[in-house]
Structures are given as C-alpha cells and as structure tokens.
C-alpha cells in the first residue's frame, strides 16, 4: 500500500516510555492472523475490568474519534518486538506516530506497515503539545515525499527519514520481493562461505 | 598495523551480502529461532507468495510463550493457545522446519533462547535472530542478536536475510568485582537504573572489563538478555576460556577437528586493542548491591537497601509525572523503603533467569527453609533439559520441600500469556526482565530482581536483602 499526504488532527498522549504491552497487552498476542487488533489498542488503559470504556482516556473521548495522528511522550515503542503493536495501531485508524524517539523494533516494524513514525526535536514536540492544549482541534498535514509536517499556521516542520524506508513507504515496496530478487547475490555469499 | 575493529564490526563486515548506497545493508541471517506468537503471520505470508523457507536447516522453532507450565499430559485449556500451537507444529511441519515442541522432541523443548545455547546452535560471530526483542540473550557468546517483528520473520524464512540499517556501537565498561550475595540480574539493573531505558536506542553495546570476564556463560547470558531494557536492540560479550568450556561437547557445536578450527576463528572476534566506539557508559561493581525495581520500567531500580524516589525531587516535568504515575500503580509512597514490603507472590524463571545456575542460587537460598504461607512461588525452569538437569541434582525436591511449585518449561508469569499470571493488586518479587503495568498480569505489580534476592523474599514473605541469610 503507498503512503499518500493526509491531514488529521491529533491525539495527545504525553506519557513517556508507553512500552508495547501497554499498546498491545500480551494476552492478545495469541492470535494467528492481524485482524481486530485494533479493537485492543491501549486496552488496559482504555477499558475496565468489565470491558467498558473508562471515560477519562484520550481514546474514549468522542472527539478523538476518526483521527490518525498519535502525539506521544519520549521513547515510544519500548519492550517487546511484537509487531501486534503497529498493527493494533494501524487496525485503529493511525497513519503516523509523532514522538522525540521511538525504540528501535517499533520503529521498524512500523515502517514494515505503512505507520510513519515522526521524529521531532524537544521543542516542536512541546510546541505540538502546547498546540493541542489550546485548540483539541488543530490538525497537521503530514507530507511523507515532502518530508514536513505543517502547522495550522502554514509553517511547515521537517523531519528526517532514511531515504530506503520513505521510497518503499511512498511506493508500496514490497521489501521482502526485494530482497527475494536477490537471490543469486544471496546463493553467491553462501558459497563463498561454504555455508 | 591493520585498522584495529570491534567485535560488532567484524560479525557485521562478515555477514553483509549486498550494500546499495543509500541502502540499508542486505544481512546474512546464521540462525533463526522461531517461537509460535510471533511466527503464525509470517508463514501465512510465505504461503501467500508461494515461497518455501530458504535454509530450513538454519532455522529451529520451540513452543514457549503461550504453553502451559502445568503436566504435560494435560490437554491445554486456552484454545487460543492449543490453536498457535497446533498451527505452529504445521507450519513447522509444511516448511521442514525443526521443532522441539511439547509433542515433537519434547526433551529440548524450553524457552527459546534458553535452548539455543543449550543445544550448541547459538555460535561466537553468528548473526541471530527471533521474534522476540530478548534475543538480546544470545549476544553472551559474541554472537551479533536481536529481536525482529513478523514482518522480519517473514523475510528472513524467505530469504535468509534482513535489511539492516548499521546500528552505532556503545562500550559498557563493568570495573572492579562484584560482592557477595550480588550477582549478574544487579549488574543489568544497575546499569538500566543508571542511565535510562532509551540510552542504548540505535546502539549495540558490548559489555567489557573485568567484572563481565569473571562471569559464568549463563551470568552473561542474564546481562546481555536485558540489553533491550536498556534501549540496545543486542548486547555482545567477546567469546573467551569461558565460552568454549560452556560449548564443547553441546549437539550442535563443531566436534573433532572442526572444533579446534572454529575456536581459532571465534578467537580472532574478540575487539581489537584501539578500535573504537561510538559512545561509551560505565559501572563500578564494587559499588553495587542487589538491586530492585520500584517502578513500572526496568530503569525505576535502586538499591535494595534504598527509599523509592519522591517525584517532587524529580526536576524534568514529563520524568515527574512517569514517577508518580508509576508509585500509583504500584501501591507506592514515595521515600518508602521496599525491604520489608510485603509480597504475594515469588516467580523463579525466564529466559532472564530460568538457567540451571540460577535455580542452583535459589534452591541454595530455599535449602532447609519454608516459602512463608503468605507466598505463592513459582519456579519455572527455562527449559526441559534444565528441568531434567535440575532434578538430577534434586533441586526439585528442595523447591517443593519449602513449598515453591515446581513448573514445567516456558515464558509462564514473565509474559503472562498462558495463565500463570498475577492477580490484580498483588505484589511479585519476579526473576524476569519487564516490570511493565500488567506484565505479569493485569493490575499485578513486579519488583524484578536476581534469583538470590527472590528466594529470599519468598521466604520472608516480603521483599528481602538475602545477604542476611548467605
């Protein structure tokens, strides 16, 4: 699938660190296949023991609803590599995560699913926050071929991406046929090493 | 003189099959270990594409994440689970992939990265990989590991090989000895609790000095296991005396001539004097002592003997609030000691710590004393072999003389996927590596630390300094 432009408004979660047990709770890992992941995204923030919604998390406030931009706290991603975690992301409706780091495994994973994971510097990032705070409605562009983020105010916001990722997100590589093409470079670096 | 390199750059120079500029490096894959959670999607894929698994003989599946600890004549009650399972014993089956299931080869049967070293596959200078981010583990042996998604999953069945960015390197220099009663699991927190839960993030470390050379292999195996807990997707130590005797003789490990040959090579792996790394952390294991976590991270740890942290002294705005939301969850008051903090549960086993040597630490501490009523503990060996091993020795026998249950191999209450778990509100004293909110369980709140520090716990009923009972 290729990554286009879109422009969404934002839900705000400021907590650092959110590891990929809270994104995805291990007990929905036992899954064979992708589907409804969505459904448990956050869930042991965003339900109760019963299974009702609680109120006061950002996902259950009707006007999040429909939005595909995560603004999240330092070093998201942490933990377990399950790729449940991008997927039960991406099951919910979100197309990018913006945060000043995100663990490694996340980061890949979520590239590998067409979820875009935005860099920024400290202060955009609490510039972004503040920007929430006053208007829950403000929206960003977000331009993955531009490589930018614009703000309501029209200024836009570069961010950085490796060139390899942003063309197979932009083109929908299949990164595995790409490598699969390979195959006599593959079958020449086993003979070599009589492996 | 030849360019001096590191450990890491030797195993990565060696493995690179193409590199297109601009491009990340297209990485020969030496071993694949496959476990059934993160694996089901990824056959499904190579089915969808009509490819077959391109070196079968370089990949080995076990069961362990969701398999129950209980007998293993008794039919498994999730259904969920029973389907991963199943579905993973065909896919082994469709792929030619070997399988050391509860039903195929049930003797080798463990967690996964209890059982490669085990069994002689995990190698000095391989590059590793699994479906899951503690592969980190493997590193012990010099061996370039790390967890990958389904997605890598896929393309590393498919063609035996990942796309890989060059991660940058960091030192983790451990000076001086470590003092009785403090063992490897301190090092790892100590370290995490010192610098953070991101500060290894795009980096491998490597772990040198003196205290990291005194190690046994399964001690280096508990410090390089928790190398994600400290951002570092793989940890390595140089392949050494230690290493080989840890190996020789092990199934899969070269015998004979090919032995000989093969330590010469993995001799040349260890980093070259004046090579150097991109950044560089340090440790005093003079310093240390046992170590415990208070938190909802594996960095909120301290000194067994210390006061939880008050996130009023916390000066970073989004820090202070991460603090106070963690002693919410964890029931806890700020300038609180934990010694003495009264616990419900004791979990013993993991790939961090489920190894013979640590059920001997335990069962050294268990000897000749009762698990207080107030305590459920668990000892859960890292694999059949372990739990075989251990019961030649009757560790089993000391476990259930002081009252621990005496479990059957598996990932059980560290990831809390197969019904051991937590219930909501209790305490554990656990040997596993993420203290995560609902890790082990939902609403069950972990203080991580060494086996030593567990069994002693679990006989005070409340979190205990085991240097008072050794």
Redo the contacts between chains.
Sequence with gaps: MKFTAFTSQLVPLPSENVDTDQIIPARFLKVTDKKGLGDNLFADWRYDSDGAPKPEFILNQPEMRGRHILLAGDNFGCGSSREHAPWALVGYGFRAVISTSFADIFRNNSLKNGLLPIVVDPDTHQQLFSLVQEDPGAALAVDLAAQTITLPDGRPVPFPIDGFSKTCLLNGVDEIGYVLNMSDKIEAYEAARGW | MDKPYTLFEKIWAAHV??QEP???A?L?I?LHLVHE??S??AF??LRR?G?KA?RPDRTFATMD??IPTTPRDLPIA?P??A??IA?LEKNAEDFGIPLYGIRNLPDKQGIVHVIGPELGLTQPGMTIVC???H?STHGAFGALA???????V??VL????L?Q?R?RTMRVRVDGRLQRGVGAKDVILGLVAKYG??AG??HVFEYTGPAIRALSMEERMTVCNMS?EG?A?AGLIAPDETTFGYMAGREFAPQGAAWDKAVARWRALATDDGALYDAEISLDADGLEPMITYGT?PGMGMKITGRVPDPDRVADL??R??LA?ALAYMGLQPDQALLGHPIDVVFIGSCTNGRIADLRQAAGVLKGRTVSPRVRALVVPGSAQVKRQAEQEGLDRIFKAAGCEWREAGCSMC???NGDELA?GQYAVSTSN?N????QG??GRTFLASPLTAAASAVAGAVADVRALI
């Design positions: 099959v193409a601009d491009s990340p297209v020969y030496d959670v993160t089901p999607q499904d894929g594409r490819a391109r994440h969701g999730d969920l689970a389907k991963q579905q479906g899951d981010s592969t790390f967890g990958i998604g389904t997605s890598e896929e393309m498919a063609t035996q090989c796309l960015r991660p839960i991101g993030t795009g994600i951002g997707r991270n989004s820090a609030n991460a939301k990831i809390a996927m909501p993420r995560f909110e609902g890790r939902k609403g």
